[in-house]
């Protein structure tokens, strides 16, 4: 949708044979920003183009929104993330402060009120087929969570 936001269809499931119409649908749709307000702008949207396509089709609708991996913010001057960068600097790596729309323990420990960040290891190309991570990138790790073990 933007830079920050996504909207993916991912599972569109029903019916019982192939040569009968379907008596029910069932849509998986996912939407996911750095910004609570967005999602919560594009589901009202989602729900207004279902309830018109089944209201034309003369079908009844269900729609259900449960929040799965709330966003979460947390400034670069917060503990959370500067104890974990102090780490990244000590082994010699530049930390980034990066956001991203993906979802992880990280957005449900915050939504209960947990301050928390996902520390990856520089991995590019997330998730595709060319993925990868650098090796001094993934060799500093275990330094990275020694470090973070200290007290």
Known sequence: MDESTTINVGLIEGGSALNVV???????????SLKRERVDSLVRELRTRFRACADEA???????MPWEFEPYEI?????????PAGAIEWVGLVPQ?????????ANV?????????NQGIDAE?????????RLENLAAAP???????QP
């Open 22 to 32: 379907p008596d029910r649908a069932v849509v998986w749709c996912e939407v996911r």
């Open 75 to 83: 400034t670069d001057a917060s503990p959370t993330w500067r104890r």
């Open 109 to 117: 420990l915050n939504a209960r009120g947990i301050p928390t960040i």
């Open 143 to 149: 330094a990275i969570a020694r470090e973070l073990m």
């Open 125 to 133: 190309n997330p998730h595709a087929e060319k993925e990868f991570i």
């Open 97 to 105: 402060s990066v956001g991203s729309c993906g979802a992880s323990d």
């Open 58 to 64: 003369g079908a009844g609708l269900d729609f259900e």
